[in-house]
């Protein structure tokens, strides 16, 4: 037998992420609701930061994202030096993972957490432990009672994605209060601005005062600016200093960093796409639970649908009705949501576009619907 390289226990259990799929084979203007990226697009000042900055390509970026730092330092009315940005905030919760944990460590998330979580898990040779949830939702009582003295972080988007559910305030403070001290609570706030104000807490108070909390918040959802990967994280100074010391100097580019600064100044534009979700979202909702199908409630850009158990009529089946059709939504096999569709937020046509093919679906003879496709 050759030699070969071998990588680190863990990797190769790892399935690689396969994002949203953006096109349906024949179709010029595929509709794609894969991906939860923003229906409006991002403020019109951002695109033309990102154009002014093609004068000045052949810059390096400032390492310390320093104007963008005190930018969100202002908006949000926290201590910029207690923010950290990076590719994504993806590259963020990887970097925790790999200052936090490592072989022998746990690390704990949700059933249905977001797929960044076994992969950054699995990636340092940390052990997953998944917490089970009730109704789509992350169940704290879970969560802790999977807490060991080898856990060393807990992963919880909230709201979370792919099931648009979301825990209140009360909750994550009483996650937090449950955790010893040694465990890095990480909140991901990836969809905060979408989320409702009242019960709703991003993190932000908790990462602002507790030594083991960090909060991530991202550009690519309701600032639209997914293609540019910006993210950021904020936390107590050790663990921000910790971040810092292990990413790449020059890990958010300076196009992303233009637009970012762009993009926050314009929270008119952030209002008008929270509004037309807001709008879109309930409509929609509604409609597809009146064709039959079971709608997970979601404050999120997306809708977690559940199709019957039925040949003809479940996820599958649906999928491939919708791609016929040039609609693009996301299989959840990954998530362990085989029966389930996850579909964005468009503009209002595309909504429009998808419930009426739902509709359609539902009411299709099921038998035909089976035997007439091409898997
Ligand atoms: C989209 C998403 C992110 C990451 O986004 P980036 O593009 O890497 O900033 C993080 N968490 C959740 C739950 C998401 O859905």
């Given at each position: 037998m050759p030699v070969q390289p071998t990588p680190r226990p863990g990797i190769m259990e790892i399935s690689p992420y396969v994002g949203g799929r953006s096109t349906a084979s024949g179709h010029a203007n595929t509709i794609k609701l894969s991906s939860n990226e923003s229906a409006l697009g991002p403020s019109p000042k951002a695109q033309a930061a990102y154009r002014e900055l093609a004068g000045s390509l052949h810059r390096y970026p400032d390492g310390g994202a320093t104007e963008l730092r005190m930018a969100l330092g202002a908006l949000h009315g926290i201590?910029?030096?207690r923010i950290v940005c990076g590719n994504g905030s993806d590259e963020l919760l990887q970097l925790v993972a790999h200052a936090y944990a490592g072989p022998g460590d746990e690390i704990v998330y949700c059933r249905h957490g977001f797929l960044v979580y076994p992969i950054a898990t699995l990636a340092v040779g940390a052990t997953p432990v998944v917490a089970p949830e009730t109704d789509y939702t992350a169940d704290v009582d879970a969560i802790l009672g999977l807490v060991?003295?080898?856990?060393?972080i807990v992963f919880l988007a909230n709201?979370?994605?792919?099931?648009?559910t979301y825990i209140p305030k009360g909750e994550i403070r009483r996650l937090w209060g449950g955790l010893p001290e040694h465990v890095v609570l990480v909140i991901d706030s990836a969809y905060a601005e979408f989320a409702p104000t009242e019960d709703y807490d991003s993190g932000i108070e908790l990462a602002g005062m507790a030594p083991n909390v960090v909060m991530t918040r991202t550009f690519?959802?309701?600032?639209?600016?997914?293609?540019l990967r910006l993210g950021w994280a904020y936390g107590p100074p050790a663990i921000i200093d910790v971040l810092h010391r292990i990413r790449g100097p020059f890990n958010a580019n300076a196009a992303a960093l233009a637009a970012a600064l762009a993009a926050l100044e314009d929270q008119d534009h952030i209002a008008r796409a929270r509004q037309h979700n807001e709008r879109c979202l309930g409509a929609l909702a509604a409609r597809l639970g009146a064709a039959g199908l079971h709608v997970v409630p979601s404050v999120c850009n997306f809708l977690l649908v559940r199709f019957p158990d039925e040949s003809g009529r479940d996820a599958a089946a649906a999928d491939r009705f919708l791609t016929e059709r040039g609609i693009v939504a996301r299989r959840m096999e990954p998530y362990h949501l085989a029966d389930c569709l996850r579909i964005t937020i468009g503009l209002e046509a595309e909504n429009e576009a998808l419930a009426q093919a739902l509709e359609a679906f539902m009411t299709a003879p099921a038998a035909g619907a089976d035997a007439g496709d091409d898997r």
């Amino acid at each position: 037998m050759p030699v070969q390289p071998t990588p680190r226990p863990g990797i190769m259990e790892i399935s690689p992420y396969v994002g949203g799929r953006s096109t349906a084979s024949g179709h010029a203007n595929t509709i794609k609701l894969s991906s939860n990226e923003s229906a409006l697009g991002p403020s019109p000042k951002a695109q033309a930061a990102y154009r002014e900055l093609a004068g000045s390509l052949h810059r390096y970026p400032d390492g310390g994202a320093t104007e963008l730092r005190m930018a969100l330092g202002a908006l949000h009315g926290i201590d910029p030096d207690r923010i950290v940005c990076g590719n994504g905030s993806d590259e963020l919760l990887q970097l925790v993972a790999h200052a936090y944990a490592g072989p022998g460590d746990e690390i704990v998330y949700c059933r249905h957490g977001f797929l960044v979580y076994p992969i950054a898990t699995l990636a340092v040779g940390a052990t997953p432990v998944v917490a089970p949830e009730t109704d789509y939702t992350a169940d704290v009582d879970a969560i802790l009672g999977l807490v060991t003295e080898r856990t060393r972080i807990v992963f919880l988007a909230n709201p979370n994605n792919p099931t648009g559910t979301y825990i209140p305030k009360g909750e994550i403070r009483r996650l937090w209060g449950g955790l010893p001290e040694h465990v890095v609570l990480v909140i991901d706030s990836a969809y905060a601005e979408f989320a409702p104000t009242e019960d709703y807490d991003s993190g932000i108070e908790l990462a602002g005062m507790a030594p083991n909390v960090v909060m991530t918040r991202t550009f690519s959802k309701a600032y639209g600016l997914a293609a540019l990967r910006l993210g950021w994280a904020y936390g107590p100074p050790a663990i921000i200093d910790v971040l810092h010391r292990i990413r790449g100097p020059f890990n958010a580019n300076a196009a992303a960093l233009a637009a970012a600064l762009a993009a926050l100044e314009d929270q008119d534009h952030i209002a008008r796409a929270r509004q037309h979700n807001e709008r879109c979202l309930g409509a929609l909702a509604a409609r597809l639970g009146a064709a039959g199908l079971h709608v997970v409630p979601s404050v999120c850009n997306f809708l977690l649908v559940r199709f019957p158990d039925e040949s003809g009529r479940d996820a599958a089946a649906a999928d491939r009705f919708l791609t016929e059709r040039g609609i693009v939504a996301r299989r959840m096999e990954p998530y362990h949501l085989a029966d389930c569709l996850r579909i964005t937020i468009g503009l209002e046509a595309e909504n429009e576009a998808l419930a009426q093919a739902l509709e359609a679906f539902m009411t299709a003879p099921a038998a035909g619907a089976d035997a007439g496709d091409d898997r």
